[in-house]
T-cell receptor
């Protein structure tokens, strides 16, 4: 009954490789997000998708590309990995509409990416 | 640009003591959230504050929001070891609609010692 799930949990790879992280939510939410948490625990939004359309794209290198095959999934593809990409990546989702709890984001367990 | 500042960033407390974590933000927002993160774990939603003067309490934690001062506080009463974690506040940023991303503070690492 996992609400927001991510795979893999750990990802160790070499510089220059291409990798993907998958995210799925079974909450029926319309909006999904990707966040990056660096070694100092600072959380920063990367992407936001609403009903399969990108609505926010913060200043993120083009090597990162989100792909949403349907509103329950938001995958993150990373090309030509660099050392600085090492971080924990969190997927999140939120329900539609306004009102109490409407915009609360529910976070996945995170994917720890290590680039060697 | 919306900025969110938390202080303190590190907090070492003794069990049974009270303390307050502060969260200031730079531009108008009508949504403020508090999250908890245990080491190596995901973020857990604690409180959602949606209006000026909102106060929420859960156990030993109480959160409040003053939108005029652009300030939220997370008050810890009679701390216990189980409260040791990193606490983040996050403020909702608007992007032309009701949905928007969250801007997080840097987090307050709380350590409660016996």
């Amino acid at each position: 009954d996992t609400a927001v799930s991510q795979t893999p949990k750990y990802l160790v790879t070499q510089m220059g490789n291409d990798k993907s992280i998958k995210c799925e939510q079974n909450l029926g939410h319309d909006t999904m997000y990707w966040y990056k948490q660096d070694s100092k625990k600072f959380l920063k939004i990367m992407f936001s998708y609403n009903n399969k359309e990108l609505i926010i794209n913060e200043t993120v290198p083009n090597r990162f590309s989100p792909k949403s095959p349907d509103k329950a999934h938001l995958n993150l593809h990373i090309n030509s990995l660099e050392l600085g990409d090492s971080a924990v990546y969190f997927c999140a989702s939120s329900p539609p509409g306004r009102g109490l709890g409407a915009d609360t984001q529910y976070f996945g367990p995170g994917t720890r990416l290590t680039v060697l | 640009e919306l900025k969110v500042e938390q202080n303190p960033l590190f907090l070492s407390m003794q069990e049974g003591k009270n303390y307050t974590i502060y969260c200031n933000y730079s531009t108008t927002s009508d949504r403020l959230y508090w999250y908890r993160q245990d080491p190596g774990k995901s973020l857990e939603s604690l409180f959602v504050l949606l209006s000026n003067g909102a106060v929420k309490q859960e156990g030993r934690l109480m959160a409040s929001l003053d939108t005029k001062a652009r300030l939220s506080t997370l008050h810890i009463t009679a701390a216990v070891h189980d409260l040791s974690a990193t606490y983040f506040c996050a403020v909702g940023a608007h992007y032309g609609g009701s949905q928007g991303n969250l801007i997080f503070g840097k987090g307050t690492k709380l350590s409660v010692k016996p």
